[in-house]
């Protein structure tokens, strides 16, 4: 048996709402508008949003938030949402009684929601590093970027 490498990010973290009573299409409409905004914009849209779904998500966002504060210690002003997505859940269906006998189907259509955020501090330290080595007295072998050709007349050509 093959064991999987685990390739879960140390930045991120999720909240996961299943079983949401709500069409799949109505949660996307509300999900687009908060994908890769940060936390504090994300809680702001979804106050004033006008739509039924914009609460269920504003508690998974908040969810989320209080799982990356209180297991991994992020802070909430370095957070942001990185990834949201609604998959189709199951449809509850029903029969109600009508006139003369007759039965009527409801079907009520259910969603599941993920919402992943990510903590932005750690990459900013990545970027700072990066310039760290980029500056002219530090020593990196790939900042030299010119190469000589042998093959022509000597002129220059840059690696990409």
């Known amino acids: ?61 908040y969810s989320a938030a209080a799982n990356a504060s209180h297991n991994k210690g992020f802070k909430e002003t370095n957070l942001v949402i990185s990834k949201a997505e609604v998959n189709q859940g199951n449809t509850v269906k029903k029969l109600k009684p009508r006139a003369r006998g007759r039965s009527y189907p409801i079907k009520r259509s259910t969603c599941h929601i993920t919402i992943v955020l990510e903590d932005i501090s750690f990459d900013q330290q990545y970027e700072e590093y990066l310039m760290y080595l980029k500056k002219p007295g530090c ?19 840059d690696k990409k």
């Open 1 to 61: 048996m093959i064991k999987k490498k685990n390739t879960k990010s140390y930045t991120s973290v999720y909240s996961l709402g299943q079983y949401i009573s709500m069409s799949a299409h109505k949660a996307r409409r509300v999900i687009d508008q908060i994908r890769g905004r940060s936390y504090e914009d994300a809680l702001i849209i979804l106050e004033l949003m006008p739509y039924r779904g914009c609460y269920p998500i504003f508690k998974l966002v």
């Open 139 to 157: 020593r990196n072998k790939n900042r030299n970027l010119t190469c000589y050709d042998t093959y022509s007349s000597g002129g220059l050509w």
